[in-house]
């Protein structure tokens, strides 16, 4: 691609990830339910299962350090989901029939969106980590911990981006809103969410294992479980199932974008 | 027979009230928007709770229940109820938004009535979800020594306790009536679910929560259903149940149906 091209599609996506952007400030509290939920889940389950960190062999002390990496991995797939209804939205209203109908080229239709989830969900990420520092957990894991933790939520965001999209593309309408939000809320709590694999019993034990997000909260929770300590060993699985899941949700989305533009 | 006096017939408000209901069952139970949070998400979660946090067994304190899906099934289904009462809340509101709400008005139909419906049909749909979530729970290996009157009982607490929430979400959608606001509550239901002793026993909980646990009285209905099931006064009271839910129904209809004059009136 020459110089210009390049130009180009750089000034095309940023356009479409400040129109994104220019929407959550002229949306009042748009931010609000991504980061409201996620800290009433963290604040309830803390009050609900707090007491699980007193079994045997539980990997910290602290049973908030346990959860504000999952609330913070939450946060970011459901900040990375509305993007997708946001998408159903312009769909409905034919905005994107404009955007099909221009010289774009047709990843970028998917880029701008997808950078508007990585902008938006660091937010609520850092809302909720902030507040999960503030009820006791320290930060174990130091400043590599919390890139990990950081680079874990930014990459579930993109994925839960691209899985939303996918949807809003093949279903057209806002009514798909809750399902891409349930579908995040599921690989969530179907992992490791409330506690360690040696801990699951019956069915999630089997089902754990292969659920990619498993791996991907044990890369986060290296910033503030003391039993998950900082290595490459525990960030690895997570980064191969984080790649993994952009792969697939991203050639799902550019096949149901083609299809749209057919 | 003159609208005032079709207003204040008895017989002719009950079958408004069980046609209003049945539109209200029949419009939760075919929308894939409506049965996905009310049915499918407290089954997700059961599922996960049962196996992601069974270990809490081993912790000093717990009640020997035999099966801990048993023990944790109270807080699915009370689960299910708030988000059916939500449910019902965001349904009144895309009735005002949609205009249905004001051909009721205009119908020879007693105010009360028309929230009673909304209630009644709320509290099939939590007989609904009893009777599923405890099949689910059996299914899982749940064992239930109160047997069929422990059942019923639980079943009926279901119902009051998706009267409630049906009351308290008929209020704010009458109040506000906006759906996108409505819509926004679904995190909210939560705080009513985490601060009742909904998967663990009241002793195990945080202290805080313990405390805010004693002035919810969803805690009291919760208690009494896991008393009902396992035939256990140490688990709670089952009068208690039955006495926190008729007042929070009785509360919250009481509130709807002045939400619903506020609404008239302006």
Redesign the interface.
């Known amino acids: 691609m020459s110089t210009r091209g390049l130009a180009y599609t750089g000034g095309v996506g940023f356009a479409l990830w400040r129109r994104s952007l220019l929407e959550l400030a002229r949306v009042r509290g748009g931010l ?2 991504t980061t ?2 996620p800290l ?2 963290l ?10 960190d ?2 045997v062999g539980f990997p910290t002390t602290s049973y908030i350090a346990w959860l504000v990496p999952l609330s913070c991995l939450q946060a970011a797939g459901f900040a990375g989901g509305a993007t997708g209804a946001n998408l159903a939205r312009d769909i409905e209203a034919g905005w994107f029939d404009r955007l099909l109908s221009s010289p774009a080229p047709r990843p970028l239709l998917i880029l701008g969106p997808v950078m508007a989830a990585v902008t938006r969900c660091l937010v609520p990420v850092t809302v909720i980590f902030i507040a999960g520092l503030l009820l006791g957990p320290g930060l174990t894991g130091g400043a590599f911990g919390l890139f990990m933790l950081y680079l874990a939520a930014i990459s579930f965001s993109i994925v839960a981006s691209l899985w939303g999209i996918t949807l809003a593309l093949r279903a057209k309408s806002q ?1 798909v809103g ?2 891409i939000q ?1 579908g995040v ?2 690989a969530v ?2 992992s ?4 360690p694999l040696p ?7 089997v089902a754990a294992p292969y659920n990619p997000v498993t791996y991907v909260l044990q890369m986060g929770r290296q910033a503030t479980v003391s039993g998950i300590e900082p290595s490459w060993a525990h960030t690895w699985p997570g980064l191969l199932a984080l790649a993994g899941m952009m792969l697939f949700f991203g050639l799902l989305a550019l096949r149901q974008l083609r299809r749209v533009d057919r | 027979m003159s609208a005032l006096a079709l207003e204040r017939d008895p017989a002719t408000q009950a079958r408004v009230i069980v046609a209003l209901a049945k539109r209200a069952l029949r419009v939760q139970l075919r929308r894939a928007q409506f049965l996905l949070p009310s049915f499918l998400l407290p089954l997700l979660l059961l599922a996960v709770v049962a196996s992601g946090t069974s270990a809490a067994q081993n912790l000093p304190g717990f009640p020997a229940t035999g099966s801990y899906v048993g023990f944790v099934v109270s807080g699915t289904i009370m689960q299910g109820t708030l988000l059916a009462g939500l449910m019902a809340g965001i349904a009144i509101a895309g009735d005002i938004e949609g205009g249905f709400f004001d051909r009721l008005l205009s119908a020879p139909i007693h105010r009360a009535s028309i929230v009673l419906g909304r209630v009644l049909g709320t509290a099939l749909i939590g007989v609904v979800q009893a009777i599923l979530f405890l099949a689910v729970a059996l299914l899982m290996g749940a064992d239930f020594q109160g047997g069929v009157v422990g059942v019923v009982l639980t079943v009926m607490l279901a119902a009051l306790s998706a009267s409630a929430a049906a009351g308290l979400g008929a209020t704010i959608a009458l109040r506000t009536g906006s759906l996108s606001l409505m819509q926004n509550l679904f995190p909210f239901v939560f705080v009513l679910l985490f601060t009742a002793p909904a998967f663990f026993p009241r002793a195990l909980l945080n202290p805080v929560l313990e405390a805010i646990s004693g002035v919810n009285p969803l805690s009291y209905v919760v208690e009494g259903m896991r008393a009902a099931l396992f035939d256990s006064p140490a688990l709670g009271s089952v009068w208690g149940g039955f006495t926190a839910g008729i007042a929070s129904v009785a509360l919250t209809c009481a509130l709807a149906v002045w939400a619903m004059r506020s609404r008239v009136r302006s």
């Open positions: 609000l339910p409201v939920a009433i889940f604040l309830g389950s803390l009050g609900q299962f707090g007491r699980l007193q079994l009514q809750p399902l349930n809320f599921i709590f179907l490791t969410a409330y506690t801990f699951l019993k019956g069915w999630l034990a």
